[in-house]
């Protein structure tokens, strides 16, 4: 007998108990494994044309976020059609796309911090987040990814395949969510983000679970579903980079009894 799903949760940890059954019915440890693989390898062949569009732009560290925040239309959980050739004209659109946030509040919160974690969102997507990594002191950066698959979400045997262990150190935080709920993460991983002086975010999953911590984040995604919509303040198809204590969030936090949304 299937176990009734308990919609009072986020829609990150209905997800993850979603996509758990899922590998037991299938008996796939990993099934999104070979699209991961090719969206890495994409967007691997696009990063030495992106790094020099953050070298010429005059604003380097603005053209990085935004080229980040372009990657996390790399999400299967929303669009289980997604073509290379999508990903290509996202690039292409990057700099004509609405984009809100306050780079300048980014750019004091990355000279005050002598810790930075930095929380991934998918396999491939990770790759656009080397560009803006790269723009910050990577000695004081821990990137952290997934504990165990679900949906494309980068692991460890993605952040490798993307090269990130050669740019900053890697982990992950224990958990097979789709997002981060800090009760169901590895007890290291909880220490590492109690001593962060600042959290990067990426992806509405990590938005969903975390923006009512009380903690210095910020969250780098694109509006995908009209719920984060509204909660965030803005349009569908916006690239947001915002602070957790600019949303608009009611008690009980985002999504808490409505139908899972199963991307991020």
């Not at 290379?84 to 690039?91: F, I, M, P």
């Not at 990770?126 to 979400?153: A, H, M, S, W, Y």
């Not at 009512?212 to 995604?221: H, Q, T």
Request: hydrophobic share 40%; proline share 5%.
């Amino acid at each position: 007998m299937v176990a009734k799903l308990d919609l009072r949760q986020s829609p990150p940890a209905v997800t993850q108990s979603m996509h758990r059954r899922l590998r037991e019915l299938t008996g796939r440890d990993d099934p999104y494994v070979h699209a991961k693989d090719r969206f890495t390898r994409l967007a691997t062949e696009l990063l030495p044309e992106l790094r020099a569009k953050v070298r010429a732009a005059r604003d380097p560290l603005t053209t990085a976020v935004r080229l980040a925040i372009t990657g996390n239309v790399i999400d299967l959980g929303v669009n289980g059609a997604l073509r290379e050739e999508d990903v290509r004209h996202a690039v292409e659109r990057t700099l004509s796309e609405p984009f809100v946030g306050d780079t300048a509040h980014l750019r004091r919160a990355i000279a005050q911090a002598e810790s930075i974690l930095y929380l991934a969102d998918n396999a491939g997507e990770i790759c656009f987040d080397r560009l803006l990594i790269e723009q910050l002191p990577t000695d004081k950066v821990t990137l952290v990814v997934r504990g165990g698959p679900v949906i494309n979400d980068a692991t460890l045997e993605d952040a490798r395949a993307a090269g990130l262990h050669e740019v900053v150190e890697v982990v992950d935080n224990g958990s097979d969510a789709p997002g981060t709920i800090l009760g169901g993460c590895s007890a290291g991983f909880c220490q590492r983000y109690e001593r962060a002086d600042l959290v990067i975010a990426k992806g509405q999953g990590n938005f969903e679970t975390l923006n009512e911590e009380p903690k210095n984040i910020l969250f780098l995604f694109k509006v995908k579903c009209p719920v984060i919509a509204a909660h965030a303040g803005q349009d569908l198809g916006t690239h947001v980079l915002i602070r957790g204590t600019d949303t608009k969030t009611e008690p009980g936090g985002i999504g808490h009894g409505r139908e899972p949304y199963p991307g991020n």
